[in-house]
């Protein structure tokens, strides 16, 4: 079976990876997402990665906490590495070669982010976990994959999330909201559906790349996604 992508952005959330738990990170569930990866990898899928940090840091309000928000940003970035670490060694488990590359200078354990390299990398059949979101503060890790999947020239971006689309509401609030199979990226801003934050979204649609959203919590998702199969919401 031919994939009907070659190299993709997954688009991961900190959240996603504590399951049931309320802080960190639930092994089952980072064991099961490397197994995903596994599965397209194995179709010669290329793999680029990008993890949020809001399972270990979220950058508060500065009022409440009394931290300022740029110095708060970078407590995020590195909550980032944290988890492409974890990432890396359940990946790695399962056999797959692996690359970390942060956009903050950690040489012991991660490489610089370098644009060429981490397109050799995927040419090489490497995963590659970009850490450390764009390396500056004020920017979300949405906006840090949208800008990676740009620079790598990847065919979409794959949002997983813990709902199966995009909606006309909050699925979990609003029993009578429908979902969409696919959209605009101008309809998602009209009806001011929160896909991405603004500053990633715009990114994706003045560069015509194409975002899906899909449950990632479903095994074998990412896999269907790849196939080409309707899951999820497809916006360009």
């Known amino acids: 079976m031919l994939p009907k992508y070659k190299r993709v952005l997954l688009k991961l959330s900190g959240e996603s990876l504590m399951g049931d738990k309320s802080f960190g990170f639930d092994t089952d569930v980072i064991s099961q997402y490397a197994k995903d990866v596994k599965a397209i990898a194995e179709l010669g ?15 508060m309000n500065e009022a409440e906490t009394g931290i300022e928000r740029a110095h708060g940003d970078y407590m995020g970035m590195l909550a980032t590495v944290i988890n492409g670490m974890a990432l890396q060694a359940s990946l790695e488990k399962e056999g797959l070669y692996t690359r ?3 956009a903050i200078k950690m040489e012991q354990i991660a490489e610089p982010y370098i644009r060429r390299r981490a397109i050799r990398h995927l040419e090489k059949g490497r995963i590659v976990i970009f850490g450390a979101g764009t390396g500056n503060p004020y920017f ?28 006309t509401a909050d699925p979990e609030k609003d029993p009578t909201a429908k979902k969409y199979e696919r959209i605009s990226f101008q309809d998602c801003i009209s009806q001011q559906l929160k896909v991405m934050d603004m500053t990633a979204f ?7 790349l194409p975002i899906i959203v899909f449950d990632m919590n479903q095994p074998d998702n990412l896999r269907r996604v790849i196939s080409g199969e309707k899951v999820g919401t497809l916006v360009k």
């Open 100 to 102: 970390l590359l942060s």
């Open 45 to 59: 899928v290329q793999v680029a990665i990008v993890i949020g940090g809001g399972n270990i840091y979220r950058g």
């Open 140 to 167: 979300t890790t949405d906006t840090a994959g949208s800008l990676r999947a740009i620079e790598i020239n990847a065919d979409v971006i794959l949002k997983g999330t813990r709902v199966d689309g995009i909606y």
């Open 202 to 208: 715009t990114l994706c649609m003045e560069n015509k």
